[in-house]
């Protein structure tokens, strides 16, 4: 090979010393679809709590990582939350709409905070982590998140309530709509003695 065919290779260049041919690009170009909103989130939510991790006095280790790190990481987040959470001993306390401005501190709303654990705890196994490991699954957070869940809907007044499922009839007999059982048609499995 000529040194100048060579010089093109390492910086680059798709010039060929061949009259007139170019040479295939090195490293073909792979196009990458951009990640979903959710994706992008989960993403910069992880690396937001490995910085966490390393900004401790020690650092921690991901493998040494447990619940309770995950609940002061919650904590200190709290910090930056935009969602007013009244106290005890505010006038607005249980008031959903204030009439005016309190010095009450301002905290990450419930919701954010439980989708930010479902987006570290997929984020936790996607890279590499066991489920049983999983700090984010652990049953102290769950208790921490209904606290959390509870007290903000006592201080803003706001209660949460569980969405209901919608009952599939798609299985079995359904029920009837005035709430009276009828017996099983000729030809059911189920058989009654008298």
């Not at 009259?19 to 073909?28: E, I, M, R, S, W």
């Not at 984020?123 to 590499?128: I, K, M, R, S, T």
């Not at 059982?181 to 059911?188: I, S, W």
Request: with cysteine; net charge positive; charged share 25%.
């Amino acid at each position: 090979m000529s040194s100048s065919t060579e010089n093109n290779i390492h910086d680059g260049s798709s010039r060929s010393s061949a009259a007139g041919h170019q040479a295939p690009p090195l490293h073909p170009q792979t196009t990458v679809a951009p990640l979903s909103r959710y994706e992008s989130q989960k993403r910069r939510d992880w690396n937001t709590f490995g910085q966490y991790l390393r900004n401790q006095k020690p650092p921690v280790l991901l493998a040494q990582c447990n619940s309770n790190h995950v609940l002061d990481f919650l904590r200190y987040l709290d910090q930056f939350g935009k969602t007013k959470v009244h106290l005890h001993g505010c006038v607005f306390f249980g008031q959903p709409d204030p009439p005016a401005p309190c010095t009450c501190p301002l905290r990450q709303a419930w919701g954010s905070l439980d989708a930010l654990i479902g987006r570290l705890r997929a984020a936790y196994e996607e890279n590499g982590g066991s489920p049983e490991t999983n700090p984010f699954g652990n049953g102290a957070i769950r208790v921490y998140l209904r606290e959390v869940r509870e007290c903000q809907a006592k201080a803003r007044g706001i209660p949460y309530k569980k969405k209901k499922k919608k009952r599939s009839q798609a299985r079995g007999n359904p029920q009837p709509l005035d709430g009276v059982p009828r017996l099983p048609q000729e030809g059911h499995l189920l058989t009654y003695r008298r």
